[in-house]
């Protein structure tokens, strides 16, 4: 009885692989995680300055709902969803700042535009806040790239910051198809009109002295 035992026993733990083997698909693929960059171009090369302005750029925030390098998808009024296999390759506050302070250097508004890790002494200090990124497919039909930025222009008096100028850009993109290539390139289409936009306002700026023209 005993040998009897350790037989059945013996072969239970022969066929256990094979067993485990056709419950379980270990080569079961799982969707490859993607990264993605925003990037802007102007239509024209950088050009000279034109104002002995010197802009620091300072550190970006964005809302916490849009933090994250996860994308978001927006499917109802109050319904949001975000994608794990889909994201920013950093943080979106931190891109941003990068492509406004590229942007802004090809504008000639400025004699120098800085990160914020310069130790220059800066005229005017740029700070945004980063209130809406996520793709919009409430309506399938027409889905959308939202993308929305409120900028603060500031600049020092005796040591006491005074706001010269801020505004608040709301941008919506109407893309095809839902891939998170499309919707990438409608938040950079988005980006390319906020900044084309933020320029012309900047204009208007006598940015020495942060009065309007």
């Known amino acids: 009885m005993k040998k009897k035992t350790l037989m059945i026993f013996f072969i239970g733990y ?3 692989p094979f067993f485990l083997t056709g419950c379980f698909n270990f080569n079961k693929s799982f969707p490859e995680k993607r990264f993605f960059v925003l990037s802007v171009k102007r239509s024209e090369g950088p050009l000279l300055s034109k104002s002995d302005a010197v802009l620091r750029i300072r550190r970006f925030r964005a809302s916490p709902r ?21 994201e920013f390759f950093i943080p979106p506050a931190s891109m941003i700042a990068e492509e406004v302070e590229k942007w802004l250097k090809g504008s000639g508004l400025f004699q120098y535009v800085m990160s914020s890790s310069s130790p220059v002494e800066p005229t005017l200090e740029l700070e945004g806040v980063i209130s809406a990124l996520y793709g919009d497919y409430r309506d399938t039909k027409v889905p959308k790239a939202v993308l929305e930025i409120q900028f603060f222009l500031v600049r020092n008096v005796s040591s006491r910051p005074v706001i010269v100028f801020q505004k608040t850009y709301h941008e919506e993109s109407l893309i095809k ?3 998170p290539d499309t919707l990438v390139a409608g938040w950079n289409l988005a980006l390319e009109h906020i900044l084309a936009k933020f320029e012309t306002n900047l204009k208007d700026l ?4 942060g009065k309007t023209s």
Request: charged share 25%; glycine share 12%; hydrophobic share 30%.
């Open 66 to 86: 849009f933090e994250g390098k996860g994308f978001v998808y927006r499917k109802g009024n109050l319904n949001y969803a975000s994608d794990f296999y889909n």
């Open 14 to 16: 022969l066929a256990l």
């Open 206 to 209: 006598d940015l020495k002295e």
């Open 177 to 179: 198809g839902n891939s």
